[in-house]
Each structure stands twice: as C-alpha cells, then as structure tokens.
C-alpha cells in the first residue's frame, strides 16, 4: 500500500507545471464615499460621466441595470510606442473592461482585463499582466527580446496612467455632480 501511494504522489508531481508562475491581468478600482447620495442619483450621474467621458458612451456601454446599480462596459485609450521605437506598428489601443456599481452613499468603479491592441495585429502583447518581464511568444523576428521587454514596460506604465486618470477622474465627477448646482 505505501508503495502505491509513493507511485501515486510520484506520478502526480509529473503532472505539475515546473517553473511556471500564474500571470494576473492587471486590475484598478476605488470606492467612491458619497454621504446621503441615493443609489438612483449615483447610476443617473454615472451616465452621465461615461457620455462626458467617453464621448460615445454609446460605443463603450454594454448593460446597464438601474435596479441592480450596475453599469458594463469595455474602454479604450490610445496607446504610442516609445519613441526610437522603429515598428510603430506597436502602436494602437488599450482596452479595458469597466464595471461601475452603486449603492445608497458609494459607488465602486474597477478597470480589468487591459488588452494591447495595435494597428498591427500580430503585433499585440495581449492581455497586460501584473509581471514586470514579457514572457509571451516573440511577435516578429523584427523586434528582439529587449525591444518586447521595453514595449511590456511602456505598455504597463502607459495602462497605469490611463487606468489612474480614469479612476481620478470619476472620483473627482462624482463628487462635483452631487455639489454643483445649475444656475442657468
């Protein structure tokens, strides 16, 4: 019996990918606190800051359910290759998905699943990951293992700042909807 249970435990260890470390997409959110605000008032504000925002909300909205204080959707902002870089084709868009909920007095914004998307296809490092090296497949016999290694970093220095902006900047709309007023 101890035997085969060695053989067992030998055998699954076989099993196991060696060396390999599980990759999480990278993930931005914050809570806004926002005293005495109905969840009703929140969902109506926020509607209103993705079409301010985005300028087609339209384009960037997929569900959005008042009763459930959600709204869904998947971004995008530009994205530029370092300069030096030769292949500009590198260049083109980061999406994201966005998620926004509401309570009675907060709102919970998170950012996930950033994706490179350049003009060039074969070019896209996929999904932006919380590793600090690029560990996927070389996309062209023309861009080395440095040049991957320094549009990995761009490119999740580039996420960060975008994803911080957005993030600023329905926290900062969120409030001022609740506190301004129209004198028109």
Not at 49 to 76: P, Q, Y
């Amino acid at each position: 019996m101890h035997s085969r249970s060695l053989s067992l435990l030998i055998g699954l260890l076989f099993c196991l990918p060696v060396g390999s470390k599980a990759q999480n997409g990278i993930e931005y959110s914050d809570v806004v606190e926002l005293n005495n605000a109905s969840g009703d008032v929140l969902y109506s504000n926020a509607l209103v800051w993705f079409a301010e925002f985005f300028n087609d909300s339209r384009a960037v909205i997929e569900t959005k359910d008042r009763e459930a204080g959600i709204i869904l959707g998947d971004g995008r902002f530009n994205y530029t290759a370092p300069s030096g870089t030769k292949y500009k084709d590198v260049s083109g868009t980061i999406e994201f998905r966005i998620k926004v909920m509401f309570k009675e007095g907060r709102s919970k914004i998170e950012l996930t699943n950033f994706r490179h998307k350049p003009s060039f296809p074969s070019y896209s490092l996929g999904l932006i990951t919380d590793s600090e090296n690029y560990s996927g497949p070389k996309k062209s016999n023309m861009l080395s293992d440095k040049w991957h290694q320094v549009l990995w970093t761009d490119l999740r220095n580039d996420t960060s700042i975008g994803a911080e902006e957005i993030l600023k900047h329905f926290k900062e709309y969120m409030f001022e909807s609740l506190t301004k007023t129209e004198d028109w």
